[in-house]
């Protein structure tokens, strides 16, 4: 999927989910020691700048490496989609690295396409998909999200995203 959307948008940053990341993580890892690698995780992505976070990626292969050499390697080989919301302003990155909005989105669509038995065929579904991404378009467009207004603003400066 990430290969299709480069091809139509080239300059899109690539953001996989950081709590779905963590979750994998830590459902692999023992018990004892979930706490303490919450906690290396977290380092790396609350880091504030990029160096932060390599920093902290660099702590976790040296404590957790020999141990969890797997969870390990994915965080290294995908830190580049886990950590794409460091490129944008501080105000705004707590909505970009999770899909909880997309999940919530989704799960809205499958509700109410769930009671309808049978489409009469490929238009009617579009449809339906229309008037509902219309309908949440309208109920969220009200909604003011703490950050986005001060970056519109211009208050927020470029060279404060690092």
């Known amino acids: 999927m990430e290969e299709a959307i480069k091809k139509i948008f080239p300059d899109a940053d690539w953001q996989l989910c950081v709590l779905h990341a963590v979750r ?10 979930r706490e303490a690698l919450a906690e290396a995780l977290k380092k790396i992505y609350r880091a504030e ?6 920093e902290a990626l660099w702590s976790l292969r ?4 020999k141990v969890y050499p797997k969870i390990v390697e994915r965080w290294e080989t995908k830190v ?7 490129h944008h302003p501080k105000p705004i990155r707590r909505y970009l690295y999770t899909t909880n909005q997309l999940e919530r989105l989704a799960k809205e669509v499958k509700r ?19 008037l ?9 467009g009200a909604r003011r999200l703490r950050g986005f207004a001060e970056i519109q603003m211009g ?8």
Do not use: M
């Open 132 to 140: 509902v991404l219309s309908q949440l378009d309208e109920a969220w």
């Open 155 to 162: 208050s927020y400066h470029a060279d404060q995203t690092q």
């Open 24 to 33: 994998d993580a830590l459902n692999k890892a023992r018990k004892k020691d």
């Open 112 to 130: 109410r396409t769930k009671v309808v038995e049978v489409f009469c065929g490929e238009g009617a579904v579009e449809k339906l998909f229309y």
């Open 62 to 65: 040296e404590r957790w490496g």
């Open 80 to 86: 580049y989609a886990l950590l794409a919301f460091l």
């Open 49 to 54: 700048t990029q160096k932060e976070a390599e």
